[in-house]
């Protein structure tokens, strides 16, 4: 398992007091990936994985921009007792979100685009 999150746009208030008028960096993240493997004495494997990644940027008063990509998927390699033929394959998701907000739309409902494969 792995997460990681940025406080830039808290911490960079404090280390880029001259950017922005003082308000610092407008961006933010936040990132998690797992990954759990199975191994059989026969060669035979299983893994499953899964993520989420969120992004952001705030440009006050001009427009507010987030994105977020998920999925999950698995791939496996079977190998049956007393075969020389192994089996395998991959199943996938993914998807991808973007939101745009402009100032002068801020009383509409934002903008969106999706996209979604599947494998």
Same mark, same amino acid.
């Given at each position: 398992m792995n997460f990681r999150h940025s406080y830039l746009d808290q911490s960079s208030k404090t280390f880029y007091d001259n950017v922005n008028n003082g308000a610092g960096l407008p961006f933010t993240f936040t990132d998690a990936y797992g990954k759990v493997s199975f191994n059989g004495s026969n060669g035979s494997k299983f893994n499953l994985f899964g993520f989420n990644f969120s992004d952001g940027v705030n440009y006050r008063g001009v427009s507010d921009l987030k994105w !977020? !990509?998920? *999925? /999950? *998927?698995?791939n496996f390699v079977l190998v049956p007792s *007393? &075969? /020389? /033929?192994?089996? =395998? *394959?991959?199943? &996938?998701? &993914? !998807?991808? =979100?973007?939101?745009l907000t402009e100032a002068d739309s801020w009383r509409h409902a934002p903008a969106r685009s999706r996209a979604s494969t599947r494998g």
């Amino acid at each position: 398992m792995n997460f990681r999150h940025s406080y830039l746009d808290q911490s960079s208030k404090t280390f880029y007091d001259n950017v922005n008028n003082g308000a610092g960096l407008p961006f933010t993240f936040t990132d998690a990936y797992g990954k759990v493997s199975f191994n059989g004495s026969n060669g035979s494997k299983f893994n499953l994985f899964g993520f989420n990644f969120s992004d952001g940027v705030n440009y006050r008063g001009v427009s507010d921009l987030k994105w !977020n !990509n998920f *999925g /999950a *998927g698995t791939n496996f390699v079977l190998v049956p007792s *007393g &075969s /020389a /033929a192994p089996i =395998d *394959g991959v199943f &996938s998701y &993914s !998807n991808y =979100d973007l939101q745009l907000t402009e100032a002068d739309s801020w009383r509409h409902a934002p903008a969106r685009s999706r996209a979604s494969t599947r494998g």
